[in-house]
């Protein structure tokens, strides 16, 4: 079974910059592809960004866009998620989540992290 683990997590001021990881416990062809979700407080959950193994291959949604990137380094079985220029509106549980091939649709990654929340005050 895959576990995923999110950290780096915190209160940052807007303009500051925080950092994500998820660790994954291991590597199957079942979890080649990782994306980053959150969640606001009476809000579905949303696409932040995703990747492929290969790292050859990212997306991102447009609110994030210039701002966030996102990268891995599989000799750690991790990705990250760079975050610069942080708004108040980015305020929110941010989430891993891994599955076969990249997309941007929540309910088609079969394995979640427990999340990491990120606050950023005006």
């Known amino acids: 079974q895959v576990q995923l683990v999110e950290s780096g997590g915190g209160l940052v001021q807007a303009g500051g910059s925080l950092r994500l990881s998820c660790a994954a416990s291991?590597?199957?062809?079942?979890?080649?592809?990782t994306g980053w979700f959150r969640q606001a407080p009476g809000k579905e959950r949303e696409f932040v960004s995703a990747?492929?193994?290969?790292?050859?291959?990212?997306v991102y949604a447009d609110s994030v866009k210039g701002r966030f990137t996102i990268s891995r380094d599989n000799t750690k079985n991790t990705v990250y998620l760079q975050m610069n220029s942080l708004k108040p509106e980015d305020t929110a549980v941010y989430y891993c989540?891994?599955?076969?091939?990249?997309?941007?649709?929540?309910?088609?990654?079969?394995?979640w992290g427990q999340g990491t929340q990120v606050t950023v005050s005006s």
């Open positions: 990747i492929t193994w290969s790292g050859g291959s990212t």
């Open positions: 291991l590597r199957t062809s079942s979890t080649d592809a």
């Open positions: 989540a891994a599955r076969r091939f990249v997309s941007t649709t929540p309910d088609l990654y079969n394995y």
